[in-house]
């Protein structure tokens, strides 16, 4: 099957009357409506132009996804000027990267296998890898030549036997570099193991007979002396899994605490004294187990959320507040604040709408209802029973990084990925990252140009520098070259643009989260 | 009770596991409905195929929702090779039944979980349901064993 075809077939578009306006443009040629010619009046070239222009901005995500190959690089690329002195390391990133296969195809950007990139940065150069994650249902789906599970917003016609959450496991949301290796995560099953100079696949991770097969976040929350904190939720049976490993990655202590509402829990902070969880106010339909995961969540308006509050020392329920429902996927940092837990996370305006947004773009149509997510703090008092809620800065906030030095005690900055007043509604994701100063509530952002999905924005601190100091590492694709740049940002003063940057020959799919090794 | 021919390796009782078990202890035998004779019962033959050659194959057959994963009608194991074990269980009276089996691995005579009760060996049932996110229940696994018997295929290799 040619590859206009193959284009045409997975995306609808066979129907659409622009495809063929749009088609050449991926072939590389360019696009004869948008150049003059004499017969062509001016305003109706622009009009084109501006018709091309969004039609480019609503297919942007579709196309980053049409043709994603196994593998990328080695591959070298010059930074255009030196990399700062102290910044040396590699930059790993994983995100869902295979959404076809044979007949079957995924529609939801959190369905896709998982893809490790990882970024080395040295002297002058960068050096890119791209590899999948070779999970158990990669392999399955491999032989089988079609995907035989669903993913997690997308069902496929007759599928395989599922015995374990491990058999539908992505391993396609982050990365945990630990004790000199580095583990692929997903959320609801094991980490993988994955090799950090070659990227190939080792295995699942298991740390002990108790908790094989358990589920374990993809945002986990590292201590100065290495502790590693985390958990797993398990849709449907009421209990979250705690877990602790020392910085040899090596499990310390593992629970399994009961509470409501935490069949989908993606994030969590630590403090001083607690792991801290926020609910969302979602029913769960466990019995529809013909349908993909997040098909059987419906969100309940008349429902509160619930701060949970776990005792790290006993890794019991200490406390749970009850507070308006509120939906969020990613928290910055929590810390213990005398008589008050302070919890600083990304609340979404509307989960459904928010989902409905990525599916669109997957499809490449104009999102419907725009929805925004912002920087929220809680204040809990578990004393007193009570929560309140403020936000710190109306923009769209989303990918939040903190430095990681305080993760658990105060912190002043975060960094953020967010959108632009000139980003058209209709199109999904952000254009531009920022510095929010959470003490004074001012921002500083820069806006990559016209053309451009900005990624998660990773803080990088100097060693021994004071909290802020340092960089910014942020990725971007430009959807109409269909090209990956990663970017270098002076943390303190992100608006004064890169300090370098390295563009790939290729673009990559639009991934998740990443984590810095430094050299 | 008229137990089943075949090869029968001697059945290590199991150890019996808390509600979150698949395979219950087999340990408790329901006796069949007496008067049934030959005329009403049925030949019932499993092929298993095993996940590797490892352990044993457990195997239980379950004759009602109440007794499902609680008390076999019969049970039995075989050392798993690297062909299909076959498992045959004659004179059944015809009816509703459901099979439970899983490979003990390890020989230590039991269905090992992880700390929130997922099995850690391979297991599988009549029917063989998808989109286990726990332990079946019996209008997901049980079938009909006619007059004149039946051939049921249980596959523990992915």
Redesign the interface.
Known sequence: MDRRRYLMSIAGLATMPWADALLPRLAGAASPACAGTDATPAGAVAGQCADRADRLASTAWQRNFAAVPDAYGPTRVAFDKPLPDGLAGVLYRNGPARFHRGPTHYGHWFDGDGMIQSFSLAGRDLVHQGRMVRTAKFEREERAGRFLYPGFATSVPSPARIDAPDDLNSANISVLPIDGGLLALWEGGSPYRIDPASLATLGRQTWSEETDGMPFSAHPKRELDGTVWSFGYMAGSGKLALYRLDRHNRLTRAAVIEARDVDMVHDFAITRRYLVFVTMPFDYQRERNDQAFYQRFRWNRERASQVLLVDKSTLTLAHRIELPGLAVFHFANAWDDGAQVRVQLMQLDDFGAANDAIMSAMRGEPIARPTHTRAVELRVEPRGGRATSATLHPMAAEFPSIDPRRVGVAHRHVFAATRSEGMPDAVFGFDAIARLDTRRGTRERYVFGASILAEEPLYVPRPGGTEGVGWVLATAYDFAAERTTLHVFDAQAVDAGPLCRAALPYGLPLGLHGAFVPA | MRTAAGSVARTRPATPRAALALIAAPLAVVPLAAGAGPAHAADLIVEVVPAGSQGNLMLAVYGSAADFRQRAVVQQSQAATTAPARFRFEQLPPGDYAIAVYQDVNSNGKL?T???G???EP?GFSR???????PPNWDQVKFALPPDGATIDIRLE?
């Open positions: 090992d992880n700390m929130v997922m099995p850690r297991f063989e349901p998808k989109g286990l996110m726990g992915r």
